[in-house]
């Protein structure tokens, strides 16, 4: 009986289902899909209960507090909400100093970064995937930044990082005075592209990447892992294929590496994204509008928005990749 | 006849063929005739180079070593240079925990210190209380790492080898639940675990509601329910390698009277070995530099390292009335280091299983 009614719903017909349900009815019991279900959704309800408590009535919360104005009486344990609208979006987008702006620039560091990244770590990813020596100790290298991820670690390795242009040791009054002005050497080569023509916009993007370096390296861990995963996936028997009909390697990437490992593309984009969401300025704004200025509203307003506008980057972006991705099954 | 081909074969055997010799064998294939008139001419050299096939595959063989070998140098340059991208940082931060005040602003000083001192260790020791912290972080962090695999492979199992209604939908919400930014919801679980009241029973046992606030106790209890730090994530890897599992092993252990509950837990947990490895040292990993929970959940200051570390500059700075933010840097340096060596040790150590681990685990789907 039990081996029977394994099979998945699809190859049962329906009016042998219709019969078995009465016959379980009239034993007062579930039947076996029945009891499979109600099994399963046993197995998920702990992390069902856990969303509905903490992100479906956070999610509400939100939304409710940033409606209001909020005084906290924690002495007594409690909140008192007094409703004004939607002033704190207002205030957020007109009034607020740097609300805006810091928005604008979030996103836009966010777009910069996650192409680099992507494309950095498919790069790198293809180039670990190969045999040589000592790769077991290469790619141990690379993924050692996301076990350095914590906050005071990461601000430390900035400031090291930062460091290491004027030697790994000495620190005198010159080194500080060139760390403090930042971006000193590179106006120089800036204004040398300018010369060669190169129009202005990519060299902004060149120059914010090449600025960028150390922090695209640091945060393509995961994503390199995921890509050898993938690369590692492809069947050989496709390379062959190519190479007996007369493929350079060039077009090789394009028509088999590329399409196998794009549906990775996705997976990657997003978790990128969520990655230098959670470390953006934005974020950090409206840490500090809540627990510093204690304006709890506001802060509440910004994620939101922040949130809603990043989601819809998100969607955006898996909306134009899923255009061509390519789907082996 | 046979003798010439024997002896081509030698000379592409031997890989290196000076051109000298590829002449010589082109007396003895007979396609290539040069013509007697025009000897010595250039034109006709180089037809016959041309239509020398010997000397058309050494040139090709050549030309692929010349490939292989540029790019062995291109990749060779990015990988050591990225490798120092990475690695330089972490080089600075442990020799220069080692400076003492005279090498810091001595410029002949480079990498290896020249009076070496142990004091900054010493005293970011202390200062962190280190021992007591390291392991109550510990304890802390094992033990939500085996309530994260314990939820979230469970729910893991349910998603992948179950049937029941509105399954799409919850898992859509799982993927909602990776992609929400934590802080979105930080202050509404602040005022959550400020008062907290399931179900009212506090409130009605003891009059008010309880406040968590402070302690160890919201981070279990979210992450019992399968919503801590990176849940989702874990959740998702593990929906993923449980689809990946062939059905046969539990429909055979299913047949033979094992209950679902008991199927889950000795048989499939067993076999998910690559994905429970993963998820363990993620969620190890993340924990242990979590701050961002910890400073919503008010940890005490000693409670955990990653907030201990990031308050160990101003501590000392305060402590020892050290007013040169350089050499406060140093101590912090070395708090640094105290604080990565544990995961720097266990990483070393599961190297292989963490990095293949990931790879099988079917985060690829």
Same mark, same amino acid.
């Given at each position: 009986?039990?081996?029977?009614?394994?099979?998945?719903?699809?190859?049962?017909?329906?009016?042998?289902?219709?019969?078995?349900?009465?016959?379980?009815?009239?034993?007062?019991?579930? #039947?076996?899909?029945?009891?499979?279900?109600?099994? /399963?959704?046993?197995?998920?309800?702990?992390?069902?209960?856990?969303?509905?408590? @903490?992100?479906?009535?956070?999610?509400? $919360?939100?939304?409710?507090?940033?409606? *209001?104005?909020?005084?906290?009486?924690?002495?007594?344990?409690?909140?008192?909400?007094?409703?004004?609208?939607?002033?704190?979006?207002?205030?957020?987008?007109?009034?607020?100093?740097?609300?805006?702006?810091?928005?604008?620039?979030?996103? #836009?560091?966010?777009?910069?970064?996650?192409?680099?990244?992507?494309?950095?770590?498919?790069?790198?990813?293809?180039?670990?995937?190969?045999?040589?020596? /000592?790769?077991?100790?290469?790619?141990?290298?690379?993924?050692?930044?996301?076990?350095?991820?914590?906050?005071?670690?990461?601000?430390?390795?900035?400031?090291?990082?930062?460091?290491?242009?004027?030697?790994?040791?000495?620190?005198?009054?010159?080194?500080?005075?060139?760390?403090?002005?930042?971006?000193?050497?590179?106006?120089?080569?800036?204004?040398?592209?300018?010369?060669?023509?190169?129009?202005?916009?990519?060299?902004?993007?060149?120059?914010?990447?090449?600025?960028?370096?150390?922090?695209?390296?640091?945060?393509?861990?995961?994503?390199?892992?995921?890509?050898?995963?993938?690369?590692?996936?492809?069947?050989?028997?496709?390379?062959?294929?190519?190479?007996?009909?007369?493929?350079?390697?060039?077009?090789? @990437?394009?028509?088999?590496?590329?399409?196998?490992?794009?549906?990775?593309?996705?997976?990657?984009?997003?978790?990128?994204?969520?990655?230098?969401?959670?470390?953006?300025?934005?974020?950090?704004?409206?840490?500090?509008?809540?627990?510093?200025?204690?304006?709890?509203?506001?802060?509440?307003?910004? =994620? $939101?928005? =922040?949130?809603?506008?990043?989601?819809?980057?998100?969607?955006?972006?898996?909306?134009?990749?899923?255009?061509?991705?390519?789907?082996?099954? | 006849?046979?003798?010439?081909?024997?002896?081509?074969?030698?000379?592409?055997?031997?890989?290196?063929?000076?051109?000298?010799?590829?002449?010589?064998?082109?007396?003895?294939?007979?396609?290539?005739?040069?013509?007697?008139?025009?000897?010595?001419?250039?034109?006709?050299?180089?037809?016959?180079?041309?239509?020398?096939?010997? @000397?058309?595959?050494?040139?090709?063989?050549?030309?692929?070593?010349?490939?292989?070998?540029?790019?062995?140098?291109?990749?060779?340059?990015?990988?050591? /240079?990225?490798?120092?991208?990475?690695?330089?940082?972490?080089?600075?931060?442990?020799?220069?925990?080692?400076?003492?005040?005279?090498?810091?602003?001595?410029?002949?000083?480079?990498?290896?210190?020249?009076?070496?001192?142990?004091?900054?260790?010493?005293?970011?020791?202390?200062?962190?209380?280190?021992?007591?912290?390291?392991?109550?972080?510990?304890?802390? #962090?094992?033990?939500?790492?085996?309530?994260?695999?314990?939820?979230?492979?469970?729910?893991?199992?349910?998603?992948?080898?179950?049937?029941?209604?509105?399954?799409?939908?919850?898992?859509? %919400?799982?993927?909602?639940?990776?992609?929400?930014?934590?802080?979105?919801?930080?202050?509404?679980?602040?005022?959550?675990?400020?008062?907290?009241?399931?179900?009212?029973?506090?409130?009605?046992?003891? /009059?008010?509601?309880? *406040?968590?606030?402070?302690?160890?106790?919201? %981070?279990?209890?979210?992450?019992?329910?399968?919503?801590?730090?990176?849940?989702?994530?874990?959740?998702?890897?593990?929906?993923?390698?449980?689809?990946?599992?062939?059905?046969?092993?539990?429909?055979?252990?299913?047949?033979?009277?094992?209950?679902?509950?008991?199927?889950?837990?000795?048989?499939?947990?067993?076999?998910?070995?690559?994905?429970?490895?993963?998820?363990?040292?993620?969620?190890?990993?993340?924990?242990? *530099?979590?701050?961002?929970?910890?400073?919503?959940?008010?940890?005490? =200051?000693?409670?955990?390292?990653?907030?201990?570390?990031?308050?160990?500059?101003?501590?000392?700075?305060?402590?020892?009335?050290?007013?040169?933010?350089?050499?406060?840097?140093? @101590?912090?340096?070395?708090?640094?280091?105290?604080?990565?060596?544990?995961?720097?040790?266990?990483?070393?150590?599961?190297?292989?299983?963490?990095?293949?681990?990931?790879?099988?685990?079917?985060?690829?789907?």
């Amino acid at each position: 009986m039990a081996e029977t009614n394994q099979k998945p719903e699809g190859q049962q017909t329906k009016a042998s289902q219709n019969v078995k349900t009465a016959q379980a009815k009239k034993k007062g019991r579930l #039947t076996l899909m029945q009891r499979r279900a109600l099994v /399963g959704f046993l197995f998920i309800s702990p992390w069902f209960i856990g969303f509905l408590l @903490f992100y479906v009535r956070s999610l509400y $919360l939100a939304g409710v507090f940033s409606l *209001n104005k909020i005084s906290l009486d924690l002495a007594q344990g409690g909140y008192s909400l007094e409703f004004i609208g939607l002033d704190n979006y207002i205030y957020a987008f007109t009034k607020h100093g740097t609300f805006s702006q810091v928005l604008v620039s979030s996103v #836009t560091d966010m777009l910069i970064d996650v192409p680099l990244i992507t494309a950095f770590s498919l790069l790198i990813a293809i180039m670990l995937n190969s045999r040589f020596k /000592g790769r077991t100790l290469v790619r141990a290298i690379f993924f050692l930044p996301v076990l350095l991820n914590s906050q005071a670690i990461v601000a430390a390795m900035d400031s090291a990082s930062r460091l290491m242009a004027a030697g790994v040791g000495a620190m005198d009054a010159e080194t500080m005075a060139d760390l403090q002005s930042g971006a000193a050497n590179i106006s120089y080569y800036i204004s040398i592209f300018k010369v060669l023509g190169l129009p202005e916009s990519i060299l902004d993007y060149i120059v914010s990447a090449a600025d960028r370096l150390s922090s695209i390296v640091s945060s393509s861990g995961v994503q390199i892992v995921i890509f050898i995963a993938a690369l590692q996936s492809i069947s050989p028997s496709l390379y062959e294929v190519a190479r007996i009909e007369g493929a350079t390697t060039y077009e090789t @990437f394009w028509k088999v590496t590329l399409p196998m490992v794009s549906p990775l593309i996705i997976t990657n984009v997003v978790y990128t994204v969520v990655d230098s969401f959670v470390v953006s300025e934005i974020v950090e704004l409206a840490y500090y509008t809540n627990f510093t200025e204690l304006n709890y509203g506001l802060s509440s307003a910004m =994620s $939101l928005v =922040s949130s809603a506008v990043v989601c819809a980057v998100l969607g955006l972006i898996c909306f134009l990749i899923s255009r061509y991705t390519f789907y082996y099954n | 006849m046979a003798e010439t081909i024997v002896a081509a074969d030698a000379a592409q055997n031997a890989g290196s063929i000076p051109l000298g010799s590829s002449g010589e064998n082109v007396d003895e294939i007979p396609s290539v005739n040069i013509p007697e008139e025009n000897e010595g001419s250039l034109l006709d050299k180089i037809r016959a180079l041309r239509e020398d096939k010997q @000397f058309e595959n050494t040139r090709i063989r050549w030309m692929n070593r010349l490939k292989s070998l540029v790019l062995w140098i291109f990749r060779t340059v990015m990988i050591v /240079g990225i490798s120092y991208v990475i690695i330089g940082p972490l080089i600075s931060i442990i020799s220069s925990s080692f400076f003492s005040d005279s090498d810091l602003y001595n410029n002949m000083v480079f990498v290896i210190p020249q009076n070496p001192t142990l004091e900054r260790y010493i005293n970011a020791f202390s200062y962190m209380s280190y021992p007591k912290v390291f392991v109550k972080t510990i304890l802390y #962090t094992l033990s939500l790492m085996v309530l994260n695999v314990l939820v979230c492979s469970m729910v893991g199992y349910g998603f992948a080898r179950f049937e029941f209604p509105f399954k799409k939908l919850f898992f859509g %919400m799982v993927v909602v639940m990776i992609v929400i930014p934590i802080h979105t919801i930080l202050f509404p679980l602040y005022i959550t675990f400020h008062n907290f009241n399931p179900l009212w029973i506090p409130q009605l046992a003891t /009059g008010q509601k309880l *406040n968590l606030l402070g302690t160890y106790i919201p %981070m279990y209890i979210m992450t019992l329910f399968g919503t801590g730090l990176r849940s989702g994530l874990y959740i998702y890897i593990f929906i993923q390698f449980f689809r990946g599992l062939p059905k046969e092993i539990e429909e055979a252990a299913f047949v033979d009277g094992a209950g679902m509950f008991y199927t889950y837990f000795r048989i499939m947990l067993r076999n998910a070995m690559p994905a429970v490895v993963t998820v363990a040292i993620f969620s190890i990993v993340w924990q242990y *530099n979590d701050t961002s929970y910890a400073r919503m959940f008010n940890f005490p =200051s000693d409670a955990v390292l990653s907030i201990r570390i990031s308050s160990l500059s101003d501590t000392i700075s305060n402590a020892m009335s050290i007013s040169d933010p350089n050499i406060t840097a140093l @101590f912090n340096n070395a708090g640094i280091v105290l604080v990565i060596l544990p995961v720097m040790i266990l990483y070393i150590v599961l190297q292989k299983q963490f990095v293949e681990g990931v790879e099988r685990s079917g985060i690829v789907g």
